[in-house]
């Protein structure tokens, strides 16, 4: 368990001064993770910086001036805002125009912003045959982990932990289930391959997702890759089991191009919205287990900032 130390009254020994404010707040305030502290007293050095003002001895009229002015990216500019709103709270000041002026100029700004990096970043992502033809040569050179990977990674889109499964050919280990079992697997039948999910990032609001994958190819490499084995973990060696941070950067080393599942899935995504192929975003929005509203923000802002 940690161990925690009362921190002093900073206002009782020299007064609440331009760096200790936010601080001072900050230690009477039990429910913001210390991650979610550090970004905010990097945000407020920005802002004291700039202006040499205390937060709460400024004007809502005062506050958003300097936003409007203040040279940082949009996204900072909203975090700001989330410090400067908690302190003003803190102190029982307005915060009624700022919250508006973030939710109606800002936003609008931030997803103007987000627009015009999706559609650099997409002049940068391969096309959606570069990358199935990756897949196919992957195949024919016999590189059945890579071609695993980036299989299920071009046609389904899924999140880094999905591909964390244990692969078998026993059909009972589809029937098990229970928190014990809460594991992902790929299941090879006589003449395709079932992959269920268990352990994903939505699984609370989806539950188990279970897919027939109908590929040849991708259920010889599954054998092949088992090399003789009944079954065994797709990453891994017996029982230690990769954590999170390791698969996360183990995909991305295996992936086209080293991008990544996030990558992937924009360009795939991108692709289909180009088409106008709705079913087919509909259907990435089945297997990756996320609402096409999310998908469209996260994946295709340019839908989005279309949409409103």
């Known amino acids: 368990m940690a161990e925690y130390q009362e921190k002093p009254n900073i206002a009782s020994i020299k007064g609440v001064g331009e760096e200790d404010e936010l601080d001072y707040v900050l230690a009477r305030n039990d429910s913001i993770k210390e991650s979610s502290k550090h970004q905010y007293?990097?945000?407020?050095?920005?802002?004291?910086?700039?202006?040499?003002?205390?937060?709460?001895?400024?004007?809502?009229?005062?506050v958003i001036n300097i936003l409007e002015k203040i040279d940082?990216?949009?996204n900072t500019k909203n975090t700001m805002i989330s410090a400067?709103?908690?302190?003003?709270?803190?102190?029982?000041?307005?915060?009624?125009?700022?919250?508006?002026?973030?939710?109606?100029?800002?936003?609008?700004l931030m997803e103007q912003s987000h627009v015009a990096a999706d559609k650099v970043t997409a002049e940068l992502l391969p096309t959606y045959n570069q990358l199935n033809n990756h897949v196919k040569k992957l195949y024919k050179d016999r590189?059945?982990?890579?071609?695993?990977?980036?299989?299920?990674?071009?046609?389904y889109c899924v999140r880094n932990m999905d591909l964390n499964c244990f692969i078998t050919q026993d059909k009972t280990m589809m029937q098990r289930a229970g928190s014990d079992d809460k594991i992902n697997m790929f299941y090879i039948a006589p003449t395709y391959v079932v992959y269920i999910r268990r352990d994903y990032k939505t699984y609370d609001t989806y539950g188990e997702l279970k897919i027939s994958i109908r590929s040849i190819p991708f259920r010889q490499a599954l054998l092949n890759f088992l090399d003789d084995k009944p079954d065994g973990w797709l990453f891994g060696v017996g029982d230690k089991i990769m954590t999170q941070p390791s698969i996360s950067k183990y995909i991305m080393?295996?992936?086209y191009g080293g991008l990544g599942e996030g990558r992937i899935a924009k360009a795939v995504?991108?692709?289909?919205?180009?088409?106008?192929?709705?079913?087919?975003?509909?259907?990435?929005?089945?297997?990756r287990g996320t609402a096409i509203d999310t998908l469209i923000d996260s994946y295709m802002p340019h839908l989005s900032l279309g949409k409103k």
């Not at 990097?42 to 809502?60: A, G």
């Not at 995504?269 to 297997?287: E, H, V, W």
Request: hydrophobic share 35%; glycine share 2%.
């Open 143 to 155: 590189n059945w982990l890579d071609y695993i990977i980036n299989f299920i990674l071009t046609r």
């Open 253 to 255: 080393d295996h992936s």
């Open 72 to 74: 940082v990216a949009h």
């Open 84 to 108: 400067i709103i908690m302190v003003r709270k803190f102190y029982h000041l307005p915060n009624e125009n700022i919250r508006k002026w973030r939710d109606t100029v800002l936003k609008k």
């Open 41 to 62: 007293r990097i945000i407020y050095k920005r802002w004291v910086k700039v202006t040499n003002r205390q937060i709460k001895d400024c004007s809502e009229e005062s």
């Open 269 to 287: 995504l991108t692709y289909y919205a180009q088409k106008g192929d709705m079913n087919s975003i509909r259907r990435i929005s089945k297997s």
